[in-house]
């Protein structure tokens, strides 16, 4: 069926988005002579153990507009990794509350597929 075929689809574009979200913070330099490197590290660290937490449909919408995108959204977050830890504005607990900031660009692209 298309429907069936639509829905691996869209799992398969969602799983490849979460491994490269995991390659992206696994490989995130993190220099150790900055003033904020510990919390940069404990930032990174905190968004890796705790990435299985985010909702499932977050990613996947993310993926959709990373495809939109040809892959730019992964550029936008890599910069996001390296700012992590660097202010009170970029220190977040846990991987949803890091993903949670791209929230309205998700609602955006929803009111226009909608629309």
Do not use: W
């Not at 959709?64 to 830890?85: F, P, W």
């Amino acid at each position: 069926m298309m429907i069936d075929a639509k829905v691996r689809e869209q799992v398969a574009r969602t799983d490849a988005f979460i491994a490269e979200v995991r390659e992206l913070i696994a490989t995130t330099t993190i220099d150790p002579a900055s003033l904020c490197a510990d919390q940069h590290r404990g930032g990174i660290r905190r968004i890796a153990n705790t990435l299985d937490a985010v909702d499932y449909v977050v990613l996947a919408n993310l993926a959709n507009i990373n495809t939109a995108m040809r892959g730019g959204l992964l550029d936008v977050i890599e910069v996001y990794l390296l700012a992590v830890g660097g202010g009170p504005t970029l220190d977040f607990p846990d991987a949803t509350a890091f993903f949670a900031q791209f929230q309205p660009m998700i609602d955006v692209g929803l009111r226009r597929y909608r629309n």
